[in-house]
Every structure is written in structure tokens, then in C-alpha cells.
């Protein structure tokens, strides 16, 4: 089969697919969720969460990944007719779970055909990494393997919650890692051009602290509720109403000093820059207001902090990626257009309305609109500025 340009690399029709997606799911939730119900009868909020994090998170990772790797280990990319094969499981799987919450198809049928893809991806990769030799990114993979795990669990558990949040852990410790290494890369690179005196700090003892107490925090917000119950044991208990909140206000102060040490307010001028470094304050964000909401329940609701992860640091992350790697890996300027900039304001948008719901229940339904309308504008924007690049081949070097 003959490449053509769509299938010459990973992000182009991961990235793309995933944009649409995300665009069309929003509103299909919503109307499903506060509407009549007869769109997604089955669905609701449950077939929401999983969209956003399996179907559209999932699809970023392997644009991601599939871009990344052959930088990470010097072979050739996953391309062509294999590349077609894994955006065709993505896609099945997007179908089946549509069925599944519209009750046309049975659940044990579309949970089937929707796992098939995060074990394709994660075979993929791990061939591709082990045959570079490239050891150091299996960790990577480690954290896509834990969202596989909560696929699995989402499919068969009767606490879905715990899938969902175990998601959500795996999609922001991948942040928290990845984010972590090109965020200040890409930043000591910029100011080195514009012979700015300051540097982000190197990689240290101190960020690999940060990011042991981050992923120990969401690992128990994973498996251990923070809402306290007073039917489950001493340890548990304890772990409610101490450990988490402590080692989640923890997580949070050292991720905002790591995120000062790479001068974020210096790259203002480059918004394809500043971006990444909103978005990952996001992160910490999440953090703490995941301890407020044990802390002090009353005056901080504990969805904020969800949204403040998902929303946030997961909306504004994967786009802030997506547009940068498209830009780059299709040989055009690293700039910021009007179009980017305004790419970057609804998501922006969509994350700070939808955290401000959680705590304006008066206003709830109307702020909850309004964010998931900034969401889909968001995503229709990367598809109508981004989207005709995905086909066009790399330009040449003129001479």
C-alpha cells in the first residue's frame, strides 16, 4: 500500500480524529446528560468520561507516541498500512461504545471491540522502544498500561468511579512526565534564541521527588475515595482524611515551584509556548483543590478538582501538544497564528467555566454549557486550522 501524506505519521490522523471526536462528544453528552436521555439512553455521564479519557485522550497518546518514538530511538515511524490499521480499532471502538450507550448493541460486544485498541497501541510502541534499545521510555508505557488497566476495569466493575479516576491519574502522571521534559526543553531553547539571561533548572533530585509524591497522590485518589465512609476500616479511613489530602497539598506546592523554575512568564510573547506552561499549572491546581475539598468540604466542591485535571490540565495540554507537533513535523514556523491563539482561549475558557460550575450550582447549568460549547469551538478550531495540514506532504528546503 502506498503512503500518502494522512498516513506518513502518527499524529496526522490520531491527532485529527481525536479533535473531531472530542468536538462531537461534547455536545452528545451534554444533550444526553441534561436533556431527555433518549439520545444516550445507556450513556450519560459514564459514556462522557470514557469518550474524553479513552476515546479522545487515548487517541492524543497515540499521535504522541507514534511521533515521538521514532525521535526517541532513530527508526522509521509506524506508517502506511499498519498506521490505517490502528486508526481503524480507534475508530471500531468510538462506533461500538456509541451502540453501546444508544442500547443498539450489547455492552459485552462494544466493551470487546473498544479494548482492542490500547492493547494495539501499547504492543506498537513497546516493539518500537525495545528494538531502538531505547530502555528509558518504557516508563512511558507504563502509565499507558495503566489506563488500559482502567478500561478494563471500567468494562467490568461495578465502581465505575474507580475506573474513571484511575484514568485520570494515568493520563496526568503521563502530563506530569512528558509535560515535565519538553515544557523546559522547549522553553531553554526559545530564550536561548532570544539571549534572555535566565534558564529553566535542569532535571534533579527535586523533580524526581515532585514527581514520586505527585503519582503516589493520584494512585490513592485512584483506589481510595476521598469522600470518607464511616463503614470502611482504620487504614482506609485514615488514608481519607489524612494522607491523601497531605500528600495531594504536597503534590501541589512542589509542582507549582517546579513549574516557576522553568520561567513560564518569560515565554508570554510565544503563546505556542506559555500555553504549555498554563497547562500544566493546571496540574497542581487539581491538587489542591482536590485537599481543599476533604479539607474544607463545605467551601470547595471535590468535582473542581477533577475538571480542574480534566478540563484543565488535559484540554489545555493535549491541545497545546497537538498544535506545536503539527506545526513542527510539518515544517512550518513554531508561531503562534490567530487561529492557534484563539484555539488556546476556549480551552482556556472551557476549563476555568467548568471549574467555576462546581461552585456556582445557581448557575450550573448555564456555566456548564457555556464551557462545553468553548470545548467543542476549541477542537472545531484545530480541525479547521490544523486539519488541512494533516494531507499536505512536508515542504521541502528551498534550494
Given amino acids: 500500500m502506498k503512503n500518502t501524506s494522512f498516513l506518513s505519521g502518527g499524529f496526522r490522523p490520531f491527532f485529527l480524529l481525536a479533535t473531531v471526536w472530542a468536538g462531537i462528544a461534547m455536545p452528545l453528552s451534554l444533550v444526553s446528560m441534561l436533556g431527555s436521555g433518549r439520545v444516550l439512553p445507556a450513556g ?39 498506521l490505517l490499521t490502528l486508526v481503524l480499532i480507534w475508530l471500531a471502538g468510538r462506533i461500538a461504545m456509541l451502540l453501546t450507550a444508544a442500547s443498539t448493541i450489547p455492552a459485552a460486544a462494544g466493551a470487546v471491540i473498544d479494548m482492542m485498541f490500547l492493547p494495539a497501541i501499547l504492543g506498537v510502541a513497546a516493539r518500537e522502544i525495545i528494538a531502538g534499545k531505547n530502555w528509558r521510555n518504557l516508563r512511558v508505557l507504563v502509565l499507558v498500561a495503566m489506563l488500559l488497566i482502567a478500561n478494563l476495569l471500567f468494562h467490568t466493575l461495578d465502581d465505575t468511579w474507580l475506573a474513571i479516576r484511575l484514568a485520570i491519574a494515568a493520563v496526568i502522571a503521563l502530563i506530569i512526565l512528558i509535560g515535565g521534559r519538553v515544557t523546559p526543553s522547549f522553553t531553554t531553547n526559545w530564550l536561548r534564541m532570544q ?21 503516589a497522590a493520584l494512585l490513592i485518589f485512584a483506589f481510595v475515595p476521598p469522600e470518607h465512609d464511616a463503614s470502611s476500616g482504620l487504614l482506609a479511613s485514615l488514608t481519607q482524611i489524612y494522607l491523601l ?29 506559555v500555553i504549555l506552561h498554563i497547562g500544566y499549572l493546571f496540574i497542581p491546581l487539581g491538587f489542591l483543590l482536590l485537599a ?6 463545605n467551601a470547595i466542591p471535590y468535582p473542581a478538582a477533577w475538571h480542574a485535571w480534566t478540563a484543565g490540565a488535559i484540554g489545555t495540554m493535549t491541545l ?20 492557534t491563539k484563539a484555539i488556546y482561549v476556549f480551552v482556556l475558557l472551557a476549563a476555568v467555566l467548568r471549574i467555576a460550575a462546581t461552585f456556582f450550582t445557581a448557575a450550573y447549568i448555564p456555566l456548564l454549557h457555556t464551557a462545553g460549547t468553548a470545548w467543542s469551538l476549541a477542537m472545531l478550531g484545530f480541525v479547521i486550522g490544523y486539519g488541512p495540514m494533516m494531507f499536505r506532504s512536508r515542504p521541502r528546503p528551498a534550494g
Fill in 44 to 82: 450519560g455521564i459514564f459514556w462522557h468520561a470514557h469518550e474524553l479519557l479513552f476515546g479522545y485522550a487515548g487517541a492524543v497518546i497515540a499521535g504522541f507516541l507514534f511521533t515521538a518514538i521514532p525521535n526517541w530511538t532513530g527508526r522509521f515511524p509506524v506508517r502506511g498500512l499498519p
Fill in 195 to 215: 539571549g534572555a539571561a535566565v534558564k529553566p533548572a535542569s532535571f534533579s533530585r527535586f523533580d524526581t521527588v515532585t514527581i514520586g509524591v505527585s503519582v
Fill in 245 to 273: 489530602p497531605l500528600l495531594s497539598l504536597l503534590a501541589g506546592v512542589l509542582l507549582t515551584v517546579r513549574a516557576a523554575r522553568w520561567y513560564g512568564w518569560h515565554t508570554w510573547p510565544e503563546k505556542l509556548l
Fill in 292 to 297: 481543599g475539598s476533604i479539607l474544607f468540604p
Fill in 320 to 339: 497545546a501538544v497537538m498544535t506545536r507537533a503539527t506545526l513542527g513535523h510539518t515544517g512550518r514556523r513554531l508561531t503562534a497564528n490567530s487561529i
